[in-house]
């Protein structure tokens, strides 16, 4: 994860005066590439690094700047650098934070303040109550930090098996857990987990482990199982922007047609659009998939069924 990364750039930074890119990609084992970018983004974020060319040089800070971070306890620290996606503001978190902004240079400690305070998120849709993160986040947490093989119940009716947690990933109100197993790696959303129970065990992951790569990977097969089914509508140009709310990136604009708009859908099945689209009655055309028009023809008929002979009383 890239906080911890910068934070150990700066540390390193202060231990040894200069760097370059490749001794400080040699030392948190990643690319030069990612080191000099990593180096490029704590200047461009004001902390006082430069470079310094030719023979001899590196990167080094103004003047010797130094930043303590010497006052964060291990769960601090750890909760720190595991705020990647939709984490909780524990009291931990915030206690980390005060004490990185005593820490930082006084000329930074304004912009670091309200930066801090700029922007706030809201996990709640509108009308709906806030979901709270599974309780078994935070225990993989640690598991994964401390590199120490757990002991999971996955699903209903299935016998526990001992995976080795590698990194955990927070997609919207889901969480799931990138884990090394007997058949290689596999990918567990933490919300079926029934139970997890850390072992005494360690393990060493492997060392071309990324968790960003392994769940770009994830993501690519999902979207592939997204889009098995598609069908093109014809719609009001002014309607595209609810179809492309109602789709996201599943919502493909082609081109106007007679004063219309063509617009391709994409689902995992037929039904699922269909579900999305019965509520437009005829603001919209399905001109190319038989298997969503019948899905809404048998929509229709069940709600004619339900609904179509009931008498209605007159006001």
Request: contains cysteine; hydrophobic residues 40%; aromatic residues 6%.
């Given at each position: ?183 290689g790696r596999r990918t567990f959303r933490v919300d079926r987990i029934a139970e997890a129970r850390p072992t005494a065990e360690t393990f060493t992951p492997p060392e071309d482990f ?22 093109t509508v014809l719609v009001a140009p002014r309607h595209v922007r609810v179809l492309r709310d109602q789709f996201g990136r599943h919502c493909h604009v082609l081109e106007e047609h007679d004063g219309r708009t063509r617009v391709r859908l994409t689902a995992p099945r037929p039904i699922m ?43």
């Amino acid at each position: 994860m890239r906080a911890d990364r910068l934070v150990a750039t700066l540390m390193l930074m202060q231990t040894r005066g200069r760097v370059t890119a490749a001794e400080l990609a040699e030392e948190l084992e990643i690319s030069v590439a990612t080191a000099r970018r990593d180096l490029e983004a704590l200047s461009a974020a004001g902390v006082p690094v430069y470079p310094q060319p030719g023979r001899g040089g590196g990167w080094q800070l103004v003047g010797g700047a130094r930043t303590d971070l010497s006052g964060l306890t291990a769960d601090e620290a750890r909760s720190l650098f595991l705020l990647l996606g939709p984490a909780a503001a524990t009291p931990e978190v915030r206690s980390a934070l005060r004490k990185l902004l005593r820490a930082l240079p006084a000329t930074f400690r304004a912009e670091a303040s309200a930066a801090a305070a700029a922007v706030v998120v809201d996990p709640a849709g509108w009308g709906e109550p806030e979901r709270p993160r599974p309780p078994l986040v935070d225990l993989l947490q640690s598991t994964v930090v401390r590199r120490t093989r757990v002991s999971l119940m996955y699903g209903s009716g299935q016998d526990p098996r001992v995976v080795e947690p590698w990194g955990l990933v927070g997609k919207g109100e889901l969480w799931y857990l990138i884990a090394g197993t007997e058949r290689g790696r596999r990918t567990f959303r933490v919300d079926r987990i029934a139970e997890a129970r850390p072992t005494a065990e360690t393990f060493t992951p492997p060392e071309d482990f990324d968790l960003n790569a392994a769940w770009q990977e994830v993501v690519e097969v999902v979207e592939r199982k997204q889009t098995e089914t598609s069908a093109t509508v014809l719609v009001a140009p002014r309607h595209v922007r609810v179809l492309r709310d109602q789709f996201g990136r599943h919502c493909h604009v082609l081109e106007e047609h007679d004063g219309r708009t063509r617009v391709r859908l994409t689902a995992p099945r037929p039904i699922m659009i269909a579900q999305h689209l019965a509520g437009w009655g005829a603001l919209l055309e399905v001109v190319d998939s038989p298997e969503v028009e019948a899905e809404l023809a048998r929509l229709g008929s069940e709600l004619v069924a339900r609904y179509g002979s009931r008498d209605r009383a007159q006001p």
